[in-house]
């Protein structure tokens, strides 16, 4: 099939399979998404969290058909595609094994150029697929298994200004979900069901919960002394008070958020940037009540604000696509015999 945009513009098949969504993505240089085809693993909700093997065989099972529909819908061939970007981690290790074999069988068999892409530079390079974004800026990357700030310089070149000691901010929301009995995943659901509040200022004063790391020194995050006490209060909790509590425990992940997310901006702004600018990225940007908190911190702090639209936050392959096209038009593709990675920071001096 030809495609008009093949005679103008690099085309990168994209491959994410790293924890438990499985996901396609056709992306071109020029930031169009010709298709982007994800598969949540909906067995994991029986659980109430990911089972590595379990998710594993069914990227095994799906990523297959998933390549071809992603293929069919944008139009493309193998002929086509100047590269084909990979997850090779960090993540669960069968999951990104699953990926990274089927992108280098295919490279193989059609000779086209690899990229191993860190799934965190995915998320950290998003904003600059749907808005112009100019280096340096500052990113708050929050998900479910990672919180940091970072000093992103340029492509493969980051800086990071504080990680969590413990907990994701995502893992906590998931969590104090799953004892609220409001299932897996258990953001979006919190969120929903806080929306129901009336008074946010109010419900934080009755369920006062503790905010760690607020103030200190640093932009170090900490969760687990938060998703403990959550714990303790739910045990009490009356049915009608869930909307005030959730609402109560959003504000407060907020608030940590602002906080330590305050403090690397004074960090970023020392190295004098031209523009600077603000990105949160990750599956908990999607939450619409911590994206505004943030963006007024931003505000206050003279930055402008971006944030990949919702779709493009949780785990999906055009990340991984338009991380691979940034790498490509600097030359960086990778051997076939490339290796995957359970543990991949994005700056190698940081110790977390």
């Not at 949540?40 to 390549?67: F, K, M, W, Y």
């Not at 930055?303 to 392959?317: E, R, V, W």
């Amino acid at each position: 099939m030809e495609n008009a945009a093949c005679t103008l513009n690099q085309i990168v098949l994209g491959l994410e399979s790293s924890c438990d969504e499985t996901a396609a993505a056709i992306v071109t240089s020029d930031k169009k998404i010709l298709s982007n085809l994800v598969l949540s693993q909906q067995q994991h909700a029986q659980t109430g969290g990911v089972v590595p093997e379990v998710a594993a065989r069914a990227h095994l099972d799906h990523l297959d058909t998933l390549i071809v529909k992603a293929m069919d819908e944008a139009k493309v061939t193998f002929k086509d595609l100047a590269a084909i970007a990979v997850t090779a981690g960090p993540g669960l290790i069968g999951g990104v094994m699953v990926g990274a074999m089927t992108a280098k069988a295919m490279a193989a068999v059609h000779n086209i150029p690899l990229i191993a892409v860190n799934h965190l530079e995915g998320h950290a390079l998003t904003a600059r697929l749907t808005e112009d974004i100019s280096f340096p800026y500052l990113l708050l990357l929050v998900s479910g298994g990672h919180c940091q700030l970072l000093i992103v310089k340029d492509v493969g070149s980051y800086t990071q200004l504080g990680s969590t000691i413990d907990d994701a901010a995502g893992e906590c929301f998931d969590k104090t979900a799953k004892v609220l009995g409001l299932g897996y995943p258990g953001g979006s659901a919190l969120e929903k069901t806080a929306a129901s509040c009336t008074d946010v200022t109010a419900a934080q004063k009755r369920f006062a919960l503790p905010r760690p790391m607020v103030g200190k020194p640093g932009c170090d995050f900490s969760f687990s002394g938060l998703k403990t006490a959550a714990k303790r209060m739910i045990e009490t909790l009356k049915p009608e008070d869930t909307a005030d509590f959730c609402a109560a425990f959003q504000k407060t992940v907020g608030d940590i958020l602002c906080d330590r997310t305050s403090r690397a901006i004074d960090a970023y702004l020392e190295q004098a940037p031209t523009s600077p600018t603000l990105v949160v990225a990750g599956g908990v940007a999607a939450n619409k009540t911590l994206r505004a908190m943030l963006e007024q911190c931003a505000a206050e702090k003279g930055l402008a604000f971006a944030a990949p639209p919702l779709k493009l936050c949780t785990d999906n392959a055009a990340m991984i696509a338009w991380a691979g096209v940034e790498r490509l038009q600097r030359g960086l593709t990778d051997p076939i015999d490339f290796p995957v990675y359970p543990r991949w920071p994005l700056d190698p001096a940081a110790r977390r």
